[in-house]
């Protein structure tokens, strides 16, 4: 038997026609081309996957990732299109990344000399993150001495609130931007996040902009209604076994869930180590047979358990845990007492990535 016969009881799904629109949306929005992350493997998407739609997509100029390794796989992918590092490589990372044509982030004097002349640099500024980056009163020396070397390409600050509904610190942030910029030649200026997009809109003298979250389509609640961002991952996983439960029987570990009358269940193969929150036990729900159905008792490693009673499915039939309309990944995000963010990023290597219309 080959082995792709062995295939994945899981599919994550992404939608080139909800990320293309949403990436629009956001451009449009933000009036300048976006510098697109694709990090911790595009927000669980599949770097490959969403490389190979923002690689022809007009509004893209270029994609970002979190560590040098991720620079080097993306690199391998060959996208055709600037490649930026958003945190700091260690010095012996930094000619290899070079080499790659990998854009660097510097954030010191000591690491704007130490770059190799063929390096491309994006001046990180602290603007009040408080993680990353030159304090903008050192900023302005750093950008300088890149410049002199030929070296600056960019230059870029993360907001830390611009997603909540008092934009005041968002704002003293972008000020004091603004207050290096001024100092500095015009380079490829980037700011705002998907919130920042989405809050704040068009921001004065920003080139570039790097909606994550908003690009695989979630808002957060309050500013839900600004654009119409499209969810683009759908995941699905199969049923692998049907039996019937009597009234009164526990089911999964615990025993916490007694069947109240004889219950079909379908067993289902997508547990918490494929990223399905085991703390949304109690809560979750699934959409099979065109239903919203309950998973019952503990959600375990790598299954789950709905009951299907009444419902015309067999073994192989797919149950969908989110998609882009009938159920969310906000909803099971809520469940988990957790954010979008972290279900699509925790996605397991199991789940497999599929390229969809
Ligand atoms: C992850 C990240 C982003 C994207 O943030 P979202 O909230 O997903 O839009 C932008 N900039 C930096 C520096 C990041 O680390």
Redesign the pocket.
Known sequence: MPQNMLHARAHARTSAAALEGNLRALSRRAGVPLLL?V?ANA?GHGMDIVTRIAARHPDVWGL?V?TPQEAGQLAALNPGKPIVL??PPRPAEIPVLADLGVRLPVASLAEAEALPPHARAHLKVDTGMNRLGARPEDAVAIGQRLHERGLLEGI?T?FATS?ELDLSFAHEQFERFQGVLAQLPPVLAHAS????ILSLGALPGMRLA??????YGFAPPHLGGVLPLVPVMTLEAEITHLHTARAGESVSYGGLWHAPRDTLLATVGFGYADGYPRNATGQAQVMVGGERRPVVGRICMDQCLVDVTGLDVKVDDVVRFWGPDDLTVSEVAAWSDTIE?EVLTGLGSRVERLAGA
């Open positions: 992350p990090k927000y970002a979190a958003l945190t870029y993360h997603d996040n998907g919130g920042g790097r909606p994550g979250l908003a690009s963010y």
